[in-house]
């Protein structure tokens, strides 16, 4: 579908010499025309926040609405306002099916304009866009339904929630997929798949945060082509991440030919995207194959689900707040395979202030820095925590 609508957008372009953009009703971007032109006037900051974030702020929004495109059935001619970051004059080209409009082409806009019988030619292909929007309308409202009934199915239900996806992807459902997580995500409802080229359906799911609150996280089940090419997933991962902004990360699970293993995929993009948040350097975007080691704690009982798994009995009193520096010295350590000239260093301390830590850690633990096992308990504890 999204190569459909950038071809009928390129089309429109043609036919009005300008480029085109495809915006849905709520202003969230579909698909754009390149600009060729060195003049930075043309792509100004309304047009370039679109590009970037996909979507216009609620103060653009309510300003374009204000002369009346949400009711107009023909080309609505808006002028520019450099104080609202419209440096160009706009035209705007209504997208509607059978009377309810679904969405907006916008081209910049200069006097005489267009040629009436070249509107016209591109209002017809506007009215093309609509009816592709609304059949993916229905289509993706009935797959963000049946997504989100399998990854937040229990056991029980699980299965007739797969023979609904099933039967709603048809075909394609035999196809190679991979599942994205982006977490947490910022607003309750998940936003159009056709906004993410490649994405067969949209949903959130509850989630909870590393320190147990109850917020949501989106899913996102996205086509490949080939199980060694990940990009599109990755595409897909970069751009939501973007949409849901600081503080989140996007996770994609091992690709899957056909939908018998989503738990299993969700798991693990869940489980990426957690690895993310714990380590920053593994994101914005992780993938579960390169998280290493917390593939195993992603799998820890209340790590999966989003609660904090239990720590072990003799690591607990490490991990109380006031010894907050000297778990962060044991943990450093361990990264540095317990080699204390590369600890002191990281941490930017004497090595005789290193030694005396690590006594300190073992009085707490009972643990035996020299010992590969203890080493082993403290290191997989002190990960396990951040998830």
Known sequence: ??????????????????????EDRDFGLIAFGAHDSEDATEVDPVRARSILTRR?????????????????????????SPEAGVYRDRLCLPVRHRGVVLGYVWLLDAEPG???????????????????????????????????????????????????????????AEGLHALVCVAPWPEADAPSARTVPGAAALCTVPWRTPDGRA??????????????????????????QGVAGPGTTAGVGEPRRGLAELPSAWREAVGAARAAL????????????????????????????????????????????????????????????????????ALGI???????????????????????????LLHMALKARRL
């Not at 920053?280 to 992603?298: D, F, K, M, N, Q």
């Open 114 to 172: 267009p040629p009436p019988e070249r509107l016209a030619a591109a209002m017809d292909v506007a009215s093309r866009i609509g009816a592709l929007l609304a059949e993916e309308k229905q289509a993706g409202t009935d797959l963000s339904r049946e997504l989100r009934a399998v990854l937040a199915a229990d056991d029980g239900r699980r299965e007739s929630a797969l023979a609904a996806l099933r039967t709603a992807l048809g075909p394609g």
């Open 278 to 345: 714990a380590e920053p350097p593994l994101g914005p975007v992780a993938t579960w194959s390169g998280i290493g080691p917390y593939r195993l704690l992603a799998a820890l009982p209340g790590t999966a689900e989003g609660g904090a798994a239990a720590a072990d009995p003799a690591v607990r009193p490490l991990l109380a707040a006031h010894h907050a520096e000297l778990a962060r010295t044991a943990e450093v350590f361990l990264d540095c395979a317990g080699q204390a000239g590369r600890t002191a260093t």
């Open 1 to 22: 579908m999204q190569g459909d609508y950038q071809e009928l957008v390129d089309e429109i372009s043609v036919l009005l010499g300008a480029p085109a953009t495809l």
């Open 215 to 240: 917020v949501g996280a989106l899913g996102a089940l996205v086509r490949l082509r080939s199980a060694e090419a990940l990009s599109p997933a990755l595409a897909a991962g970069a751009r939501l």
């Open 56 to 80: 216009s702020t609620p103060a653009v929004r309510s300003w374009f609405e204000g002369f009346g495109i949400a009711r107009a059935t023909g080309p609505v001619r808006i002028p520019a």
């Open 350 to 376: 004497h090595r005789q202030t290193l030694y005396y830590r690590l006594s300190r850690v073992e009085q707490l633990t009972g643990l035996d820095l020299d010992s590969g096992e203890d080493r082993l």
